[in-house]
T-cell receptor, first 113, second 116 residues
């Protein structure tokens, strides 16, 4: 069964700290991996999409890496801010674009001012 | 602006009533739409795949007679929760893949259903 796991489930850090969120997946034959942000009671905001042929993607203070052979991805957030507080979801596509994503349970991040 | 809309954004209803949720693709046609459900502090779980012009395909454990899906046009899919009960209270969200098998899927803003 294709599953996505995220560790930790929750994380609380002081403002300014750099942090890493982890995502692991069964079946390394993925198509793409995508990181989302979800604010409480809200929908999804796409952060970064890594294609299977790529090793990392960067956007501003965010950097996502992908290691297919080990079945892992990390989301690195530099210089965290209170506005980064949200739930971060990792999702995997195991086949090409017209297929659903499989989501992890997310990491709930709190950045304390 | 929004590429995919959902209506309503929030609904509260009494147990036993039916609730219809709309997912609209605003900028492009979609032969396929996905419906997900998210219980509190849980992840999004795929419920069903909505196919324009044909029957929806449901994931294991999702009752097709309870969650009716109608994909009547290339821009609209509706999910009807029939005879809703408190355990159906959840966040329902749709996604629309961009045609042509590209790597882009657009998610709707979601619908929060609360059944009293």
């Amino acid at each position: 069964k294709q599953e996505v796991t995220q560790i930790p489930a929750a994380l609380s850090v002081p403002e300014g700290e750099n942090l890493v969120l982890n995502c692991s997946f069964t079946d390394s034959a993925i198509y793409n991996l995508q990181w989302f942000r979800q604010d409480p009671g809200k929908g999804l905001t796409s952060l970064l999409l890594i294609q299977s042929s790529q090793r990392e993607q960067t956007s501003g203070r965010l950097n996502a890496s992908l290691d297919k052979s080990s079945g892992r991805s990390t989301l690195y957030i530099a210089a965290s801010q209170p506005g980064d507080s949200a739930t971060y979801l990792c999702a995997v596509w195991w086949r090409s674009g017209n297929t659903p994503l499989v989501f992890g349970k997310g990491t709930r991040l709190s950045v304390i001012a | 602006g929004a590429v995919v809309s959902q209506h309503p954004s929030r609904v509260i209803c009494k147990s036993g009533t039916s609730v219809k949720i709309e997912c609209r693709s605003l900028d492009f046609q979609a032969t396929t739409m996905f419906w997900y459900r998210q219980f509190p502090k849980q992840s999004l779980m795929l419920m069903a795949t909505s196919n324009e012009g044909s029957k929806a395909t449901y994931e294991q454990g999702v009752e097709k007679d309870k969650f009716l899906i109608n994909h009547a046009s290339l821009t609209l899919s509706t999910l009807t929760v029939t005879s809703a009960h408190p355990e159906d209270s959840s966040f329902y969200i749709c996604s629309v893949p961009l045609a042509g098998g590209s790597d882009t899927q657009y998610f709707g803003p979601g619908t929060r259903l609360t059944v009293l």
